[in-house]
């Protein structure tokens, strides 16, 4: 059975930092591209990042780019998204993402940034 358990989540003040961890079982880790998802309150879910299976490449939203670092551990099997310098716009429900040939989601962790 698949599992990926998200967490890492909170409330954090304006240019303060959070880093989410997405641990994964119940298929082959390290065959699968990881991303990070967000949905703010009345928005559509957006993609956050993207990691390949070797962890060779990585692709950001423009919104956060050089904010936010996505890294692997395909011992461990855990996918991580480190984020500083967060806005209030940062605010959402965070999810992790495996896809390959299929595509497992994670139950979300709510990330708030606000004084």
């Known amino acids: 059975q698949v599992h990926l358990v998200v967490s890492g989540g909170g409330l954090v003040q304006p240019g303060g930092s959070l880093t989410l961890s997405c641990v994964a079982s119940?298929?082959?880790?390290?065959?699968?591209?990881m991303s990070w998802y967000r949905q703010a309150p009345g928005k559509e879910r957006e993609f956050v990042a993207r990691?390949?299976?070797?962890?060779?490449?990585?692709n950001y939203a423009d919104s956060v780019k050089g904010r936010f670092t996505i890294s692997r551990d395909n011992v461990k099997n855990t996918v991580s998204l480190q984020m500083i310098s967060l806005k209030p716009e940062d605010t959402a429900v965070y999810y992790c993402?495996?896809?390959?040939?299929?595509?497992?989601w994670g139950q979300g962790t709510q990330v708030t940034v606000s004084s």
């Open positions: 993402n495996a896809k390959r040939f299929r595509e497992y």
């Open positions: 119940g298929f082959t880790f390290s065959n699968y591209v």
């Open positions: 990691i390949s299976s070797t962890a060779g490449s990585t």
